[in-house]
């Protein structure tokens, strides 16, 4: 079974340039997460999704970011205008339900360097 | 408000049995998670806990205490390939999960 997809894998951009992350989740999964992990921050949810709707994105750090999911088998990330301390690794995540008791099952992440 | 703690980082060694702690306290719980994830690569899911007591999953278990806040995650008979960051979480009320920053387990020969 094909597992959350992530594209790109790495990402390389100057400060300033527009950066869009995407995500495909399982097939059935109706929550979609967004994550940033950085060595200082750890895991932080930035938004979630629940049947494409977003539910929660107090952790979006600003205006600068923002998340949109179109249809339940895609979503996508934007950072405009990026900046040196955008710099981390983004992971997707998604879960049958919103229960509580599912585990999130991850993609294997964009590893965005802004320079 | 949303607090979860685990120590930064643990050494062991091969074959030997070590034990990863976790303390959280919040006002909505629904159940304890344990993920492991290698370096450079995405958390993987290893444990759930919803309920008081023991749960034993090969090499691997996990323990929760609700009244405590408390849950640890066991490793026995450690390998070489367990090195890697051990991440608890509890799930909020809404589905989503509240991750600690990680515990950095290092297995020595």
């Known amino acids: 079974d094909a597992g959350v997809i992530q594209s790109p894998r790495h990402e390389v951009t100057e400060m300033g340039q527009e950066v869009t992350l995407r995500c495909k989740p399982i097939?059935?999964?109706?929550?979609l997460f967004w994550y940033r992990q950085t060595m200082m921050r750890g895991l932080e949810l930035l938004i979630y999704?629940?049947?494409?709707?977003?539910?929660?994105d107090s952790g979006m750090p600003e205006d600068r970011f923002s998340a949109k999911m179109p249809n339940a088998s895609f979503s996508t990330l934007k950072i405009q205008p990026s900046e040196p301390r955008d710099s981390a690794v983004y992971f997707c995540?998604?879960?049958?339900?919103?229960?509580?008791?599912?585990?999130?099952?991850f993609g294997d992440g964009t590893r965005l360097s802004i320079l | 408000g949303q607090n979860i703690d685990q120590p930064t980082e643990m050494t062991a060694t091969e074959g030997a049995i070590v034990q990863i702690n976790c303390t959280y306290q919040t006002s909505g719980f629904n159940g304890l998670f344990w993920y492991q994830q290698h370096a450079g690569e995405a958390p993987t899911f290893l444990s759930y806990n919803v309920l008081d007591g023991l749960e034993e999953k090969g090499r691997f278990s996990s323990f929760l205490s609700r009244s405590k806040g408390y849950s640890y995650l066991l490793l026995k008979e450690l390998q070489m390939k367990d090195s890697a960051s051990y991440l608890c979480?509890?799930?909020?009320?809404?589905?989503?999960?509240?991750f600690g920053k990680g515990t950095k387990l290092s297995v020595k020969p």
């Open positions: 979480a509890y799930g909020g009320s809404q589905g989503n999960l509240i």
């Open positions: 999704f629940n049947n494409n709707v977003p539910i929660d």
């Open positions: 995540a998604s879960s049958p339900s919103g229960d509580g008791n599912q585990p999130q099952h």
């Open positions: 097939s059935g999964h109706d929550y």
